[in-house]
T-cell receptor, first 113, second 113 residues
Framework: AQSVSQHNHHVILSEAASLELGCNYS??????LFWYVQYPGQHLQLLLK??????LVKGIKGFEAEFIKSKFSFNLRKPSVQWSDTAEYFC???????????FGTGTQLKVEL | NAGVTQTPKFQVLKTGQSMTLQCAQD?????MYWYRQDPGMGLRLIYY???????DKGEVPNGYNVSRLNKREFSLRLESAAPSQTSVYFC????????????FGEGSRLTVL
């Protein structure tokens, strides 16, 4: 069955540090990948998505992610985090004929001043 | 997200009681979803509706029923609540299956005692 793994459950960084959150998926066919973010007390919102083409995708607020097919990975990056980036980040994959979006367990990011 | 409205936002139930979570959208999207979010487990799909008149099971459908009343509304019913159903429930919508881009409601926090 399709699954999405996020191995970093909690990450604490200082402002201006660089960020990389890991995401791996287990599916051999065509897969579409997403990162969602949930700020404290808010609903989830889309950060970025990959369907095809350039494997380096850019999203909102300076985030980017790189699709590496050989590694089944779609890691999220940001060169310099801000306190306002404190949130929970979810990787997700769309498979199964496009019917269902499978989420990872999430990574809680805390950015300290 | 004004496009997706969930009610109620908070509810406390006793074991065995029933209740219905309501979800309404004003974005005229075809597909609607119910997810539950639990700490350390990410979001898990309970049921979804690809279009008006159709519903399908997701990962964790046991103990729930759904109804796609019309294009705007998608309700989730707990017939006999159990403590294991204590969770935050999110309704989401998308233009159609295969897009992966979901718009979420603000969530409904349910506690079952």
């Amino acid at each position: 069955a399709q699954s999405v793994s996020q191995h970093n459950h909690h990450v604490i960084l200082s402002e201006a540090a660089s960020l990389e959150l890991g995401c791996n998926y287990s599916y051999g066919g065509t897969v579409n990948l997403f990162w969602y973010v949930q700020y404290p007390g808010q609903h989830l919102q889309l950060l970025l998505k990959y369907f095809s083409g350039d494997p380096l995708v850019k999203g909102i607020k300076g985030f980017e992610a790189e699709f590496i097919k050989s590694k089944f990975s779609f890691n999220l990056r940001k060169p310099s985090v801000q306190w306002s980036d404190t949130a929970e980040y979810f990787c997700a994959a769309l498979t199964g004929g496009g019917n269902k979006l499978t989420f990872g367990t999430g990574t809680q990011l805390k950015v300290e001043l | 997200n004004a496009g997706v409205t969930q009610t109620p936002k908070f509810q406390v139930l006793k074991t065995g009681q029933s209740m219905t979570l309501q979800c309404a959208q004003d974005m005229n999207h075809n597909s609607m979803y119910w997810y539950r979010q639990d700490p350390g487990m990410g979001l898990r799909l309970i049921y979804y509706s690809a279009s008006e008149g159709t519903t399908d099971k997701g990962e964790v459908p046991n103990g729930y029923n759904v109804s796609r009343l019309n294009k705007r509304e998608f309700s989730l019913r707990l017939e006999s609540a159990a403590p294991s159903q204590t969770s935050v429930y999110f309704c989401a919508i998308s233009p159609g299956l295969g897009t992966g881009e979901l718009f979420f409601g603000e969530g409904s926090r349910l506690t079952v005692l």
